[in-house]
């Protein structure tokens, strides 16, 4: 992951920058032209860091599980008034604690990762990812596949700015001018397949 998001930038957001301000040592990793001596540096810092700083990480581990078991049921009652008790799709959901702030998830595997510094605000970046599961799995229910296929970024916009609304986080840069308009659209009448038919 390290690797992937080291030179990414998405919705106006570098992760590269966001990877470096927490592991300053990596800048100089991140200006290689060859890929191979750039994953072969990466594999050493990050087995380097997960050694040194396991104590921590075990503790972040455990403190991460503890944060979301206290507000699960809050947040699953949420999102069942939201999708009219759709039902989630099928699958074990696994969050991985990350050493970078890129916060990846895969659709897939019900897979996603969460940052092991940020504290409280994990919560909510757990919550953004679980519920992508959902709006995309409903998305596919409501729309054809082909069409979600042929609009993978406007459907990626969409999901991230409803999610913004939804749980009232902090947007994309480049999402910032669209939040207005979508957070009016769903205040207007709070229903999933409403706001979905008029933003589509």
Request: a positive charge; glycine letters at 4%; proline letters at 4%.
């Amino acid at each position: 992951m390290a690797f992937e998001f080291l030179n990414y930038t998405k919705g106006g957001l570098n992760f590269g920058s966001s990877i470096i301000r927490f592991h300053p040592k990596l800048e100089k990793v991140q200006k290689l032209k060859s890929l191979n001596r750039k994953r072969r540096l990466l594999n050493q810092y990050i087995d380097q860091f997960y050694s040194k700083n396991r104590k921590e990480l075990l503790l972040a581990k455990r403190n991460l599980q503890e944060l979301w078991l206290r507000n699960d049921n809050d947040f699953f009652k949420i999102v069942d008034k939201i999708f009219s008790k759709a039902g989630w799709p099928k699958g074990k959901y696994i969050c991985y604690i990350s050493i970078f702030p890129s916060g990846p998830r895969f659709l897939e595997s019900k897979t996603f990762q969460s940052f092991y510094k940020i504290g409280d605000q994990n919560l909510k970046q757990m919550q953004h990812e679980m519920l992508h599961f959902i709006f995309y799995d409903y998305l596919e229910k409501k729309l054809t596949k082909e069409f979600i296929k042929n609009n993978q970024e406007k459907v990626w916009i969409l999901s991230e700015v409803f999610n913004i609304i939804v749980l009232k986080q902090k947007p994309y840069p480049a999402h910032e001018k669209l939040i207005p308009f979508y957070q009016t659209l769903w205040n207007s009448s709070k229903n999933i397949d409403e706001f979905l038919k008029k933003s589509l």
